[in-house]
């Protein structure tokens, strides 16, 4: 009996491979183009999924014209800005983790909706440069109205569904999912090509599970 259930449990383990989790928590200031911000953030998630929220509190400039534009001659000076990200998302490569989500609470309207993104860089163990790092962008969503399909086949649905990708030489890669319910998300630009800015004070940990 007990060799049975061992054998089973190792069957389970195989069939499904764990995926790694990763952590980040912190905050920190930084001197923004307006003045001091401060970013908080607490996040748990691979890259099927996350949950957490991060926030930005500070004086920043925001656009004051319409969801779809982007005009510098529409930015005002809100100095005490402030948003809180709901994420959605993650992607991590060693002691460095993107994470986004929708901003669903701001002071500025026009804001809430938005797709926003936060890269963080643990670097306490780095002996060359300890100084922790980060990165922040916001974009707007724009709707998809147009659908790719295969005029050969009828009744194509087109792109206009989601679906795993994996790679099909791994047997243990879990993948990820690609849809186009959002242009933007954590995987829309490699995590590793992000330049990063020295915080000003404060303090990042990421752990890898």
Not at 50 to 58: D, E
Not at 135 to 164: L, N, R
Not at 190 to 205: C, H, K, Q
């Amino acid at each position: 009996m007990t060799r049975v259930a061992s054998l089973s449990l190792l069957v389970l383990l195989v069939a499904f491979p764990l995926v790694a989790q990763s952590s980040a928590q912190g905050s920190f200031n930084f001197k923004g183009t307006e003045g001091l911000q401060t970013i908080d953030f607490n996040a748990l998630g691979d890259e099927r999924s996350a949950q957490g929220t991060f926030t930005l509190a500070g004086p920043t400039l925001v656009s004051d014209g319409e969801l779809d534009q982007e005009d510098p001659k529409q930015t005002v000076l809100v100095k005490d800005f402030t948003m809180k990200v709901e994420v959605d998302c993650m992607s991590t490569i060693g002691t460095r983790v993107t994470m986004g989500g929708i901003i669903r609470d701001s002071n500025v309207r026009s804001m809430i909706g938005r797709i926003a993104t936060l890269t963080v860089e643990d670097n306490d163990l780095n002996e060359k440069d300890p100084t922790d790092r980060f990165t922040f962008g916001s974009y707007w969503q724009k709707d998809i109205s147009w659908f790719p399909t295969d005029e050969e086949v009828k009744g194509d649905a087109g792109w206009a569904m989601s679906w795993w990708a994996t790679d099909a030489e791994r047997k243990d890669d879990v993948g990820y999912m690609i849809s186009r319910t959002r242009q933007v998300n954590c995987r829309s630009f490699p995590v590793a090509t992000y330049a990063l800015d020295p915080i000003s004070e404060g303090r990042i940990t990421v752990n890898n599970k």
